[in-house]
T-cell receptor, first 112, second 112 residues
Framework: QKEVEQNSGPLSVPEGAIASLNCTYSDRGSQSFFWYRQYSGKSPELIMFIYSNGDKEDGRFTAQLNKASQYVSLLIRDSQPSDSATYLCAASSTSGTYKYIFGTGTRLKVLA | DTGVSQNPRHKITKRGQNVTFRCDPISEHNRLYWYRQTLGQGPEFLTYFQNEAQLEKSRLLSDRFSAERPKGSFSTLEIQRTEQGDSAMYLC??????????FGDGTRLSIL
């Protein structure tokens, strides 16, 4: 069973701090990785995606990918209370359908 | 781009009844996915359509579940003889090519 693993949290950080969310995946053939934010009772919202080793920055968000270690992370700079949500990591499967394998999500709490 | 639309948003039904959900993807998106999400878990893949062809079905999709995408546009997911364990959020996502999937607001199903 191909898996994506995340620490369920909650991860608590003070307002203005950097939140670091981590994810590991088991399918070495996975090529594409995604971070979704999900507020309670709402659907997942795409935050970042990354295909290549290294860092990808978009505003306050940085996604990091290390394929050798099968590790993906999301950094949120200057965390705000509105960032409090569950962050889902997903890997695109190698089956040709590009279906996503999701982790269970990490709950982030930004304390004002 | 009006986003992925799902109807109804909420469905409450008695055990043993049949239910049908509808998903309207983003107009130019040829790929359409159904996922199911239960509390505290990430979305789990159910089935995938490329245009009108259903190309993959998860083992989670018992014979009580059927999905269609008759003209390669909207899709329906039907659950026959609902059971308590079917209570979940049913999410539809669409994409084009290898672009990230975008999710609809989901249909929350509650079985009494």
């Amino acid at each position: 069973q191909k898996e994506v693993e995340q620490n369920s949290g909650p991860l608590s950080v003070p307002e203005g701090a950097i939140a670091s969310l981590n994810c590991t995946y088991s399918d070495r053939g996975s090529q594409s990785f995604f971070w979704y934010r999900q507020y309670s009772g709402k659907s997942p919202e795409l935050i970042m995606f990354i295909y290549s080793n290294g860092d990808k920055e978009d505003g306050r968000f940085t996604a990091q990918l290390n394929k050798a270690s099968q590790y993906v992370s999301l950094l949120i700079r200057d965390s705000q209370p509105s960032d409090s949500a569950t962050y889902l990591c997903a890997a695109s499967s190698t089956s040709g359908t590009y279906k996503y394998i999701f982790g269970t999500g990490t709950r982030l709490k930004v304390l004002a | 781009d009006t986003g992925v639309s799902q109807n109804p948003r909420h469905k409450i039904t008695k055990r043993g009844q049949n239910v049908t959900f509808r998903c309207d993807p983003i107009s130019e998106h040829n790929r359409l996915y159904w996922y199911r999400q239960t509390l505290g878990q990430g979305p789990e893949f159910l089935t995938y359509f490329q245009n009108e062809a259903q190309l993959e079905k998860s083992r989670l999709l018992s014979d009580r579940f059927s999905a269609e995408r008759p003209k390669g546009s909207f899709s329906t997911l039907e659950i026959q003889r609902t059971e308590q364990g079917d209570s979940a959020m049913y999410l539809c996502a669409s994409s084009i090519g290898t672009q990230p999937q975008h999710f609809g607001d989901g249909t929350r199903l509650s079985i009494l």
